[in-house]
């Protein structure tokens, strides 16, 4: 499961990359072909669906590496537990959010079936807004993984004999 899971994330960042060099290729052959008369109508809107899908992978692959925003300038002053907790209570944010965004994600994707894609006839916005729910599906899968671990962390320095007092 873990080779399964490791295979995800290097695909993740794959897609991602590609993801981010076909948009701004297409931005910047677009802007060309416009400067030319010759515009693609297409581009645009076909860069808007890979940065949505660039977006909630690249997320992922953020929260893999613990590469997140976050000011913890008053957090880092505070006592190990009081620092365990408080990103324990974050991360439960996270995951009622992600969870949310899933729900609806799933929702909108399916209300969003039979509409066409900006000018784009035979492409579903479907395939737009599913990145919501699956990005967000990543990125819970992700969080849980990285909750498990913390608990597993945090039991361990209770049990040590020597950190437990500095944890406590």
Not at 141 to 151: A, G, N
Request: with cysteine; net charge positive.
């Amino acid at each position: 499961m873990k080779e399964f899971y490791e295979f995800i994330g290097k695909a993740e960042v794959f897609i991602a990359k590609v993801a981010l060099a076909a948009l701004t290729a297409l931005v910047f052959g677009s802007a060309i072909a416009r400067t030319l008369h010759h515009p693609i109508v297409w581009a645009v809107d076909m860069a808007t669906f890979l940065f949505a899908w660039c977006v909630f992978l690249s997320g992922d692959v953020a929260i893999r590496r613990d590469k997140l925003v976050s000011i913890d300038l008053v957090v880092t002053r505070l006592p190990q537990k009081a620092q365990f907790y408080i990103k324990l209570f974050n991360q439960l944010v996270i995951m009622l959010f992600l969870a949310a965004l899933i729900g609806f994600g799933f929702w909108l994707s399916y209300t969003t079936r039979l509409r066409t894609f900006q000018g784009m006839p035979t492409f579903s916005y479907t395939w737009v807004t599913l990145s919501v729910p699956v990005g967000s599906l990543l990125m819970l899968v992700t969080t849980i993984l990285k909750v498990r671990e913390q608990l597993k962390r945090g039991y361990q320095r209770l049990q040590s004999p020597g950190s437990a007092k500095e944890f406590l």
